[in-house]
Structure formats: C-alpha cells, structure tokens
Antibody, heavy 117, light 113 residues
Framework: QVQLVESGGGLVKPGGSLRLSCAAS????????MSWIRQAPGKGLEWVSY????????YYADSVKGRFTISRDNAKNSLYLQMNSLRAEDTAVYYC??????????WGQGTLVTVSS | QSALTQPASVSGSPGQSITISCTGT?????????VSWYQQHPGKAPKLMIY???NRPSGVSNRFSGSKSGNTASLTISGLQAEDEADYYC?????????????FGTGTKVTVL
C-alpha cells in the first residue's frame, strides 16, 4: 500500500531554516508527481509546491517562492522541502502528497513546523 | 493563488442529504474539470473523496457525489451517517498568465445532528 512518511519538522526561530523529508513506498516513486501541502493550526489547506516525476518541472505558491525549494531523489524514493527565511506564518503541519496539480490521491500523516522565537 | 469559497458549516440528520458548495472563478473551478474533494477527520490527514469533478476513487462510498456548474462545484453526501462528520475541502487546478498551481477551498465542517 502507498505510504508517505514525513520527517524533519520541529521548532525553529524566525529567519531560520529547516529541511523536510518524505520517504515514499508502496508505489513506483519515479513515475509520480509529488507535492507539499500545509495546514496552519486550526486553518485550511494550502498548496505549497509541486515537482514532476523527473524533477524537471517545479511550481511554488507565491507565499513561499524564493524561500522554499522542492527536490526529489528517485533513487532513494524521497521527496524534500528546503525551507529558508522562515516566518511565523509558515507555522503549519506539512503534508507530503502524491499529487499532480489536478488532484492529491495520497497524503502522508504530516510533520509539524513551528516558527517562533 | 486565492482560496475557493465554501460555507463554514453544514449540518444534517442521519439519513438526510447535504450539499457543500465550492465557488471559484474562470481561472480555476470554472475553467477546468479538475475539482477534487477531500474529507478530513480531526487530527488526521485528508482523504480523497472525489476527483475530476465527479469521479470516486476505489473504496469511496457511492453516497458521495460531485458536480459542477459554471464557477461553482458541489459535493453531495446522501444517506448521511455519523462517520461523515468531518471537515471537507475542495481543490481546483488553477492557471493564469503568471502562475500555475492548486487552490484549496476554505473548508466546511459537516455536523451530523
């Protein structure tokens, strides 16, 4: 069965950096587009970034463009999100998702990122 | 990107039908048949319930159905059950001259009375 397991979340100060990882299993990772989606505490879902199966096409939400970098390692079945210049408003649960820009068919359980001094 | 508009809450009694709306623009909901719906129970990850406006993934009950008219998509839950009590979000592909991505709805809390 499809499994997506995120790691790397935690408490970071404003202006700091964090790298999230997602380990994928149960499907041929290199065949699928992937995304990161976040949810602030008590709030709705927000799409963050998308990467194509080969990594050649990448998109970002305006709110993170220039600060976040998505990448993948198909040999390791892993997805990453490098987050720099973090702000309080980046505090959220970050979900790794098997997703095109059209739909999300599987979600990880999420990892909490808290940006606070 | 901008959030799609959903009602904050919808409620119904067991066995009844309810409908949740999701209103966007011609750049998202109205422009493409790429509307999805997700169910999220407290403390859990969302689950895909409907994709491409009206298609159900394998394993999703046929009590869930989707439709679209113009810039508004809808999710209908028929034969409401206690387990349907959850938050529901719509999403849509969005594209314009300056961006491409995915918009989510503001979310609707469904309460089974």
């Amino acid at each position: 069965q499809v499994q997506l397991v995120e790691s790397g979340g935690g408490l970071v100060k404003p202006g700091g950096s964090l790298r999230l990882s997602c380990a994928a299993s149960g499907f041929t990772f290199s065949d699928y587009y992937m995304s990161w989606i976040r949810q602030a505490p008590g709030k709705g879902l927000e799409w963050v970034s998308y990467i194509s199966s080969s990594g050649s096409t990448i998109y970002y939400a305006d709110s993170v463009k220039g600060r976040f970098t998505i990448s993948r390692d198909n040999a390791k079945n892993s997805l990453y999100l490098q987050m720099n210049s973090l702000r309080a408003e980046d505090t959220a649960v970050y979900y790794c998702a098997r997703a095109t820009l059209q739909t999300v068919d599987y979600w990880g359980q999420g990892t909490l990122v808290t940006v606070s001094s | 990107q901008s959030a799609l508009t959903q009602p904050a809450s919808v409620s119904g009694s067991p066995g009844q039908s309810i409908t949740i709306s999701c209103t966007g623009t011609s750049s998202d909901v109205g422009g493409y048949n790429y509307v999805s719906w997700y169910q999220q129970h407290p403390g859990k990850a969302p689950k895909l319930m409907i994709y491409e406006v009206s298609n159900r993934p394998s394993g999703v009950s046929n009590r869930f159905s989707g439709s679209k008219s113009g810039n508004t998509a809808s999710l209908t839950i028929s034969g409401l059950q206690a387990e349907d009590e959850a938050d529901y979000y719509c999403s849509s592909y969005t594209s314009s001259s300056t961006l491409e991505g995915m918009d989510f709805g503001t979310g609707t809390k469904v309460t089974v009375l």
